[in-house]
Structures are given as C-alpha cells and as structure tokens.
C-alpha cells in the first residue's frame, strides 16, 4: 500500500472490495474506503461495528443487490455510502443518431429501445 501510495496524488483515495467480513482485515492495509459487495444487512450491521471509530474509521460502502425496495434497510445499517447498479444497468436506452448529407437534407432521428 505504501508503494502505491507514492505513486499516486495526495488528492487519490484507495478503496478495496471485500465480499466477506473475514476480509476486512483490508482495514490493516490502509485503504481510505472499504467496498462492501453484497453482504446481507446483518454483515453490513457487523461491518459497521467491527470497523467503528477510533480503531478503523474508514468509509464504508454498501453496493450490491442494492434495489429501492432494499435501500432503507441498508442505509439504516450505518453504512457511510451506498451504490447501486441498477441505475444504469436496467435503465431504457435511446438510440440518437444524426444522418447528413448536405445542409437541406439533414435530419435528425431519434429511436425509443
């Protein structure tokens, strides 16, 4: 970690993924930030305990089976951040596109998906 850290600005933050709260030991490291991909809320609870200030004080992310239905419980968890993929991922797309051949004849189409 110190050798990235040199490599990197001052203004750069280092966050690490773990999927188990065994791998928290990721703390020890120095990490900024710790991700914390698709644990139940009673992991993210446990997370949040075993990584309470002083002795961790690092951000903690909640990302993973993140849905609306799901999201009040996961906030009240005590998580700093939470993300969600299904923003983007089963968002609708539109297809624009522009067709131009001389300034007369231009249009400009655009396609629901």
């Known amino acids: 970690m110190a050798q ?3 490599g990197l600005g001052h203004m750069v933050k280092i966050e690490i993924e773990v999927d188990s709260l065994s791998q928290l030991e990721a703390l020890k490291a120095g990490a900024d ?3 914390l991909d698709n644990m139940n809320t009673d992991d993210l609870k446990r997370a949040v305990a075993a990584t309470a200030k002083p002795s961790g004080g690092r951000a903690l992310e909640a990302s993973g089976n993140v849905s609306l ?3 009040r419980a996961i906030a ?3 998580v700093d951040y939470i993300s969600s993929g299904a923003l ?3 968002a609708p797309n539109l297809d624009i596109g ?3 051949g001389t300034a007369q004849d231009a249009r400009v189409r ?3 998906r």
């Open 69 to 71: 239905s799901s999201v």
């Open 88 to 90: 983007t991922h089963s």
């Open 4 to 6: 990235l850290r040199a």
């Open 76 to 78: 009240e968890t005590g």
């Open 33 to 35: 930030a710790i991700l």
């Open 110 to 112: 655009a396609t629901p």
């Open 98 to 100: 522009l067709v131009s």
